[in-house]
């Protein structure tokens, strides 16, 4: 197998943060702010910036509210991003069995 012939890995699910964000996603109906942040081990501010990026690329959704008055963030990952997390792990497979 070529080299060339490999699928590229997602660019944007290819970092720690957002491939663990998307991880935990695809294995729970949602995830808290607190929840992703504490299992991830990460700052307030990293997790946002990632949480955004997944957002407005469509593969998570993103629900604020209140419990009492407290803010609370709730995750869940989209279909649109289930299909791109299953893409990258069958193309990240292909990378791991690629042998020269």
Do not use: Q, W
């Amino acid at each position: 197998m070529n080299p060339e012939k490999l699928s590229p890995l997602d660019p944007l699910i290819h970092s720690r943060i957002r491939l663990g964000i998307l991880s935990i996603l695809a294995s729970v109906e949602e995830a808290t702010f607190n929840y992703l942040k504490e299992t991830i081990g990460t700052t307030d501010g990293n997790l946002s910036a990632n949480l955004m990026k997944l957002e407005e690329s469509g593969y998570i959704s993103i629900t604020k509210t209140f419990s009492g008055k407290k803010p609370k963030t709730t995750c869940r990952i989209t279909k649109k991003g289930l299909d791109a997390f299953r893409t990258y792990l069958r193309n990240l497979e292909a990378y791991l069995k690629f042998k020269k």
